[in-house]
Antibody
Framework: EVQLVESGGGLVQPGASLKLSCVAS????????MSWVRQTPGKTMEWIGD????????NYAPSLKNRFTISRDNAKSTLYLQMSNVRSEDTATYYC??????WGQGVMVTVSS | DVVLTQTPVSLLISLGGQASISCRSS???????????LHWYLQKPGQSPQLLIY???NRFSGIPDRFSGSGSGTDFTLKISRVEPEDLGVYYC?????????FGGGTKLELK
């Protein structure tokens, strides 16, 4: 059974940094492109970015590429999202997904002072 | 960016009835390789999205044949026949033909 478990969310102040993790199991992690998607409190879905199976290539939403970084550790079957200089509009539930097939349960990030 | 417009925004359906959801794109979703990367998801209350249909008309693993996708170019449709209680939630379309990938605004399926 495919499982994707996100963690690392919570309440963070504007301007701070935060790193989300997504631990994968039930499939060969190193064979899959992985991605992050977020859903705002108003339920709008927004693509964040993708990373190739070997980590050699990343692709980001233009509006986020200067502040968000996606990485992976295939030895640990773990995907990461490094968020920097966060803003109130980054408040959302963040999902990891393997090639958009299966999605994790999501982790909430709230940006507020 | 490609804009995906889903209609209707909400849909009231009786159990056993049929639902039809439209996803219209601001530009053709035919990739240069000939494939069309338009997918459909269902987000049940309190859950994460689940893949129903990929590349317009292909049902994902375990998805019943009550769900069907069709369309081409800029106009796509998801049909749900014999609606069951487990089908309730918000349906989203996603395009991965043109970077950046974009989602439709969602269609909420509710029971009449």
């Amino acid at each position: 059974e495919v499982q994707l478990v996100e963690s690392g969310g919570g309440l963070v102040q504007p301007g701070a940094s935060l790193k989300l993790s997504c631990v994968a199991s039930g499939f060969t992690f190193s064979d899959y492109w992985m991605s992050w998607v977020r859903q705002t409190p108003g339920k709008t879905m927004e693509w964040i970015g993708d990373i190739k199976y070997d980590g050699s290539y990343t692709n980001y939403a233009p509006s986020l590429k200067n502040r968000f970084t996606i990485s992976r550790d295939n030895a640990k079957s773990t995907l990461y999202l490094q968020m920097s200089n966060v803003r109130s509009e980054d408040t959302a539930t963040y999902y990891c997904t393997n090639n958009y097939d299966y999605w994790g349960q999501g982790v909430m990030v709230t940006v507020s002072s | 960016d490609v804009v995906l417009t889903q209609t209707p925004v909400s849909l009231l359906i009786s159990l056993g009835g049929q639902a039809s959801i439209s996803c219209r794109s601001s530009q053709s979703l035919v990739h240069s390789n000939g494939n069309t990367y338009l997918h459909w998801y269902l987000q049940k209350p309190g859950q994460s999205p689940q893949l129903l249909i990929y590349q317009v008309s292909n049902r994902f693993s375990g998805i019943p044949d009550r769900f069907s996708g069709s369309g081409s170019g800029t106009d796509f449709t998801l049909k749900i026949s014999r609606v069951e209680p487990e089908d309730l939630g918000v349906y989203y379309c996603l395009q991965r033909t043109h970077n950046p990938w974009t989602f439709g605004g969602g269609t909420k399926l509710e029971l009449k």
